[in-house]
């Protein structure tokens, strides 16, 4: 649905709607035929599917594989092909880092140059995080003319490189090329502009890799810095706003926490296991409409290639909905991001099982909630983004259109 | 369709299509669990089931209730989002008003006002619908320069205004703000202009009010007007031009005729029953190519919840489809502009059945005209507005594309 339209059509009610995202949910069948969830013990799921309506959702677009930004963007009802998270701000998103609307931002690898300034290995032996946690404590200390740089460790070689504007400072342009090269032997690139105010951008930029050799050039292995990924905070319209609603995310994982902060929900402190998460919805309850919880596992074991512990990831999640529904929702959606097939080991294109139970539900024929018979559920094949408008007006979220 | 493509691809053919349009078709469970059309007795349509294709109709959008404007312009194949259709311009079409294209119309409430002018009551105590037809003829009297005003009553408090430009006046824009303040306490509202060119609209309105203020100011109630949703007859396509085809409307209710008349049907007398519309259709079959047959009890008794009253509606209904179907039509499609399940005694957001009969169908597994069967229909979940262009391909009226 169209934000414009969203906003207008939207109204208040005295309603709760939890989205479960078991993330990589979808799959293919393994042994025995079944897939991941076919072959899960779903007690629960089951009987909401049989009560409730399924489907399946198509994160971006046929064909499409989705990474983790695009896929939760479709959850959260935004197209992911008008709104691009770029890797700079998905990086620092997945870090907890707070950034600000003026905010540019890199991913940045350590890698390791010759005497002659060619790159010899663009990870740097993929160095352990703490001395990349060193390392950027002293590329922070950078002074850049009316910029201030700030550097964090993510893993191994992995930092993010954020340029925050000073006092009077104007935002930098996202409009400039990579310093990596992306091949060794070839010494790492100047940033060039793409657009013709990206000039200051150029300078800064520059001007922090040269003084970043300046301080780490005398290392052996990691003395020098590759950039990608400029981008800045995408300007979305936010869903608490949009849907005149209290959202929470309830997350274990920074990078969903991050994308849930970047639509406008509050990030609650969730621990680290389901059994908190779930803890944490059921004591925040009064405070908030919406509740999205994410969980990971399933993904997890999808990308080992594990389909007997995805298998036990989702049993496990089915686990905890009788908890979740002695909260006594108005409307419950269970689906995933993506599909992450243990078989293919990575994310997939394939469509997405999702089910919708709670109030005004029309029931469907199907009894199950698995890929096949989400493949003729009533809800039928749908792009994701409409699932949470959907969820919405099953929770009289949404108002008539027109007389 | 868009309707470029459907003016370059339309045919005429000699073939008859006649679309039943059941206002609200689509149910929920009720008692035994299943909708209304799933509890009603339909041998024939579950015939016409059996031997054609059923699906389900989305008539604005996915988890948008449509009202009745939006949802019958979906059923003759436009864009619901696209075009909309003003709501004094549909009060206007809901009394058989015949509106012009350069008229500006507006929903206006009588209400009263105290000695200050501050309003006591919105709606002037619901007031007879006779005493606001004598007051709409003393209003109708008032002189604008370059305008006349036309007042008719609606229903109790409600009227509908016209501003006609006499010759040599220009349309006036739709561009303004409404009088009504929504509230009790404070004084009607002056007009204001939303659009550089609304500056003679709000000259003229605004003298309206206060004309229409010393006519009637010394009632004791409905002593006051307030003026909303002004709204201009939008330029539609016309269905006849655009199919090259002659379409006729048989509907019992105001609003339908009028939404017919918007797109260029024919608006046939066609009586106050099932009955007299049946044997309408009958009388004329001769003259239309395409008639559109509009049934209101089916909403009726949804809108008041009354569950068994619309499963005995949509029998009633079951019951006439001999006699259509015997004066030997090409294609019959039966579906609803929007449901409204008697368990919620409201317009939904659910997609509607849908069932296509006739020339050139492809028959689907299902066997019944039913909520849960559509949702596995042949002719899958679609928007509405392609509805139409599919049961006149079906009729041999849209030619190839392409070589």
Sequence with gaps: MDPELIRRLSIPADTKVVLCVLDGLGGLPGPRGRTELEAADCLHLDRLAEEGMIGQTLPVGYGITPGSGPGHLGLFGYDPLEVE?????L???????PLGPNDLTARGNLCTVDADGNITDRRAG?????????IAQ?????????????VQEVREHRFVLVLRPLDGSAALSEALTETDPQREGAPALLAEALAPDAGPAVEVVNRFASEARARIGERETAN?????GWSRLPDLPQLPELWKLRAAAVATYPMYR????????DVLDAG?????????????????????????????????????RKQQAIAAFDDCMPELLALDPNVVVVTGDHSTPATMAAHSWHPVPALIWGDHVRPDDTHRFGERECAHGGLGTIPAKELLPIAFAHAGRLTKFGA
């Design 85 to 89: 998270v770029g890797r700079g701000v």
């Design 91 to 97: 990086e620092a998103t997945g870090i907890d880092f």
């Design 126 to 134: 993929r160095l352990a995080t703490e001395i990349t946690g060193e």
């Design 138 to 150: 002293q590329l922070s200390g950078i002074e850049l003319p009316g910029y201030e740089a700030l």
């Design 224 to 228: 020098q810095v590759l950039l990608r």
């Design 258 to 265: 991050g994308l849930a902060r970047l639509v406008g929900m």
């Design 272 to 308: 680290d296991s389901l059994a908190t998460q779930v803890a944490t919805v059921r004591e925040r309850w009064d405070d908030y409409d919406f509740f999205f919880v994410h969980y990971k596992p399933t993904d997890a074991a999808g990308e080992d290639g594990d389909f007997a």
